[in-house]
């Protein structure tokens, strides 16, 4: 220490402290926090210690923290702790959190959450962290830039993509005669594949009823066949379209013909993959870093095979957030923004936990491309589709589509009654939520 | 489990001299009764007399606690709940459905099962504390081991259960957790392993409270054995049997965490309970105004049914 203030340094400390009487008394002005700082290039204020929550609570968290313990160790003034809670209770804990000012300073969110988070005052915008750091569209994967805005502010960094892709186990492939090293690609050889397994008494699609996967699978083929989930202005659900219907049926075929059992509960899709119960499983790329450690099994990651007219993948995103936490010190906020610059840039370290990198510059590295899987599954980054950006939307899901597809792939009900009477449940969901979040 | 907030049966203790020395309670001011009162009714008004009272104002609004404006809707969520079409009447009564359709299936045998085992523990055996642990050992477990050891074992295509009645030559493709019937059975016997032992060591509690003289007159007078269950140790469990019955149905109508882990509500929503329908509403979508209308109507049946429950009981009794 010992070292004087300068006049600058001062003004910005007693600014902070104003605005911090300020906030705490009126409950947290969002905008003078949005500005705070110099949008992360650098941080020269008082040391402050940053607490940064997410939901990486397998390996994947260890990736993380070694980033932020890097980190640390090279701002003098910013002290980040890490700490990880399961995403379902994250995403409860972190708004009362927030508001009661004893939460996360900053955080990672799914680009699907980002609206709900935004209109509900979780988050704080962080146009300015763009601008300052001149990130550019051009510098994203467009699809993942994109969804980070709601009613014309950005609230996210994106961090990484994780699309579905397809895992193949090579040694049940072997056993049936299939050539390990080309997982089938088209709907044509995806059918024969199945056709092969299936007459050496292998079910080798899993068709799970569950969101994690059949879910994501569904949400991946309505695209394939054409489809959206929802209508542009998100006012109606159409995922009980010809797309929606023909993608579901499909799912339900693959029971029916016996190239999955019926039946399948959670996971078991992915239990039999590791003991070479069967030979194909879509499933998100994150799942490589537990894949790895399962000793005695070969296997590999392709792309989705194209089942509809055009090739298409669900997929998800972890964007950096900062939060709106009552009676915020500014200080944190233009430290948070520091940090989240210095990780997205070393966002390859972050891709061997099984990520596709944001950004161009990184996927485009030599690092990445070295990576065994990821870069495979990157090539289908052209093609993955996100929800619309709408607060709510993951609750339409939840509670119209999801029971849907589980009951059709259980063969309880018919693909399109299952579909229309979601669609019905959907349109009253979408309404009811324009309502509540407009009239915020 | 919920098991708070229902007091210990009343055991009987015989009724002497209360205190030998001091003042008598007569001398003491009419402070002294609220002042020991005082930890647990503070307690009482925080955790449960404010937010009972705040549930109803919360209940008749559309209510984020994040949202700036949270509209008055007056009767409107409980009228939705009350009118088909609505977004919350369909999966909320097919959760009451679900919650009443456990309960009914699990109550019966959580009373009767662990009472058999309770009178046999009862006897002189070697090893008896042995088999008391054994029993009691499941319900030390979390809900949360309970169900993710059991989603594993009930596996249908790659679980141990099925396993092993296939290797013993039974059907082994079951779909215990994806099907009905088979989901149920399933909910309620991961319940009634996970449980019995409280219910067991209560009904221990209670007989041996029954004065061993009964039992002896009874003999004296001819009785078989079933008689002297029937005459002695039923009338002497009766308070100990309300409580049971009382505290298994609220344990019963309160679960969570056994579907949500094992069954995740399917096949599609069937075995979604209400309190998890309620707790999604109100936690995950943030719709707490419609979340507290419906925890107000649960409420309500389930103190209709504890009422129900004393009637029965004080009916018979005297």
Partial sequence: MGRRVTRQEFLLMSAGAGAGVVLAGCGGSTTDLEKAGSGGKSYNGPKVSLSFWNGFTAADGDYMRRLVEEFSSQEKNIDVSMNTVDWEVYYQKVPATVQSGKGPDL??????????????????????????????????????????????????????????????????????????????????????????????????????????????????????FGGELYNENVTKATFNSEAGVNALTWMVDVVKEGYSPKDVAQDAEYTAFQNGKNAFMWNGIWNILELDTVKGLDYGVAQLPQIGSQKGAWADSHNFVIMNKRGQDPNKVAASKVFINWISKRSVEWAKAGQVPARDEVRESQEFKSLKWQPV????????QFPPPVPGIGDVYTGSLEPAINEAVLLKKEPEAALDEAANTADQLLKENKQKYQAA | MATQGIEQPHVQRPRGKTSSSGRKPADAGPLTAYLFMAPYLAIFIIFIAIPVVFGIWVSLHNWDPMLPVKPWVGLQNYVDLFTPGSTTFGPFWKSM?????????????????PLLIALVLNQEFRGRNFFRATFFAPYVLGVAVVGILWRFLLDPNVGLVNYYLGALGLPDNIPWITALPWAWISLVGVTVWWTLGFNTVI????????????????????????????????????????????????????????????????????????????????????????????????ALALALVSLANFALFRYRGD
């Fill in chain 1, 107 to 224: 955080g990672i969110m799914h680009i699907t959450q980002l609206p709900t988070n935004a209109a509900r005052g979780v988050i704080l915008a962080m146009d300015d962290v763009a601008n300052e750091l001149n990130l550019k569209k051009s510098d994203f994967a467009p699809v993942v830039w994109d969804a980070g805005v709601y009613n014309g502010k950005r609230y996210g960094i994106p961090l990484d993509v994780h699309p579905l892709g397809l895992f193949y186990n090579k040694g049940t492939m072997e056993k049936a005669g299939l050539d390990p090293n080309s997982p089938p690609q088209t709907k044509d050889d995806y059918m024969a594949a199945l056709e092969q397994l299936k007459s050496k008494g292998i079910q080798g699609h899993w068709m799970s009823p569950f969101l994690f996967t059949g879910g994501l699978t569904f949400q991946s083929l309505i695209y394939q």
């Fill in chain 2, 203 to 298: 009904y221990l509690a209670g007989l041996q409270d029954i004065d061993p003289a009964l039992y002896d007159a009874a003999k004296v007078d001819g009785a078989n054995r079933w008689q002297r269950f029937v005459n002695v140790t039923l009338p002497g469990l009766r308070p100990v049997l309300l409580f049971v019955i009382t505290v298994t149905i609220l344990a019963s109508a309160n679960m969570f965490g056994q579907s949500y882990l094992i069954t995740q509500g399917a096949p599609g929503e069937e075995t979604t309970t209400a309190i998890w329908y309620i707790a999604e509403t109100g936690l995950r979508f943030f719709k707490m105004g419609s979340a507290a209308a419906m925890s107000y109507v649960l």
């Fill in chain 2, 97 to 113: 459905g679900a919650t009443g359709k456990f309960t009914l299936y699990s109550v019966p045998l959580l009373v009767l099962i």
């Fill in chain 1, 377 to 384: 599954i990157a090539k289908e980054l052209p093609y993955v």
